[in-house]
């Protein structure tokens, strides 16, 4: 897995100078156009070797970085509000969300988000929330005998009791690209039903797995709409103003970033890096990964 650190270091690296190249000659002026970012995070724990995760020290200094340099987290109902009402968010809104049900968004990320008083939202496949089966890109590391457990059912209440919203990511965390029409649509539909009766109110956002441009189409983002949802996320890169699809919604995919690069980052002085999320561009990181053994899943 040093192979894991070294991408890591490498990653940081190119995004500093993108960031540090546009930053310093000044192009960043459309702040009226990014209204709204959006953060993405995963595991947040401190085992090791461990893909796609942020260590629980540097959780709590991001966090605490947030509100340093002026963003202001903001809950989903307000985000919701704003693309269905036109309700103004604060200035330097961000939304905090955690991707499929890791048990240690509870353990971990949930007291450091009380303690700051952030709302946040956690995206759950509910095909994982019951018994001890890992999600499909977690069985290579539980053959190396590190677990990442997933929440179940009954923790889900103790989640939105703590200020995460739980919603929608899906049954079986499979990229709805991959699957028929009809299967598709099980996914999509099915995951809100379910959740919807467990948690006694509406689902209202959707996340779509993996969701680069290549992992789902216009199709799925109708799909989506006709089941109900409000919300869509992607996991392309990027911020989102007032004129962008409330069911493409951008985000910025959170790592293990020093604080100059976390701020390069959330003032879109990286945002030329979201090359990686086009169809071309995820299909070469993909292979990219695959040559190094480093790829998530």
Not at 17 to 45: C, F, P, Q, W
Not at 114 to 120: E, I, K, L, V
Not at 240 to 247: A, D, F, I, L
Request: proline share 6%.
């Amino acid at each position: 897995m040093r192979a894991d650190r070294a991408k890591q270091l490498l990653k940081n690296g190119v995004y500093r100078a993108i960031g540090e190249t546009v930053s310093g000659a000044g192009a960043l002026d459309r702040e009226a156009e990014r209204t709204l970012r959006v953060l993405m995070y995963h595991k947040v724990n401190d085992l090791r070797p461990n893909p796609t995760t942020v260590p629980t020290a540097i959780f709590a200094e991001q966090m605490a970085f947030l509100g340093e340099l002026g963003y202001t987290p903001v809950s989903l109902d307000l985000v919701r509000a704003h693309y269905l009402e036109g309700t103004p968010l604060p200035q330097g809104a961000v939304l905090i969300t955690f991707d499929d049900g890791y048990r240690d968004n509870l353990l971990n990320a949930l007291p450091v988000l009380q303690r700051h008083g952030y709302p946040a939202v956690i995206f759950v496949p509910i095909g994982f929330l019951d018994g001890n089966r890992p999600l499909p890109h977690e069985e290579a590391l539980r053959a190396l005998g590190v677990h990442n457990e997933t929440i179940s059912w009954d923790e889900l209440a103790e989640l939105e009791a703590g200020g995460i919203r739980v919603e929608s990511h899906g049954i079986g965390h499979r990229p709805v690209s991959e699957l028929e029409p009809a299967e598709a649509t099980r996914e999509i539909a099915l995951s809100k039903l379910r959740l919807e009766e467990r948690l006694g109110r509406t689902v209202d956002a959707y996340a779509f797995v993996k969701g680069s441009l290549a992992d789902y189409r216009p199709e799925h983002v109708s799909i989506v709409q006709q089941a109900g949802y409000t919300l869509g996320f992607t996991s392309v890169s990027g911020a989102n103003g007032p004129s962008t699809h409330r069911y493409r919604l951008r985000r910025y995919n959170v790592e293990p970033y020093p604080r100059r690069t976390f701020e390069l980052v959330l003032s879109g002085a990286c945002d030329l890096i979201s090359v990686k999320d086009t169809v071309p561009g995820t299909y070469a990181r993909r292979a990219f990964n695959k040559v190094l053994g480093t790829a998530t899943g």
